[in-house]
């Protein structure tokens, strides 16, 4: 399932924790450099979160958490995390 790394572009930016499971996320492989408003999801719980204009991480909004939920690919990445982690 995973893709191709090389295909991706990889940097870092300031370390900061997930707000639910205290995990860094410090590090990040995407496939183009996000923006103020994109959502990242920790990939020790899930736990999603997104950017703010200054690039540090915030929680999402109600209304933005139902648009994320809506996305298949975001249901499928949650029922892997929460199966690896025994969380249901
Ligand atoms: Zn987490």
Redesign the pocket.
């Known amino acids: 399932m995973m893709e191709r790394h090389e295909e991706r572009l990889r940097y870092s930016l300031p370390r900061q924790q997930?707000s639910?499971?205290?995990?860094p996320i410090d590090s990040h492989v995407l496939k183009q450099l996000p923006r103020p408003g994109d959502v990242i999801l920790?990939a020790?719980?899930?736990?999603p979160h997104a950017y703010a204009d200054n690039m540090t991480l915030r929680d999402l909004t109600s209304i933005e958490m139902r648009q994320m939920m809506a996305v298949p690919a975001v249901q499928r990445f949650l029922t892997e995390i929460r199966r690896l982690h025994n969380v249901h």
Do not use: P, S
């Open positions: 997930c639910a499971c205290r995990q920790c020790t719980c899930g736990q």
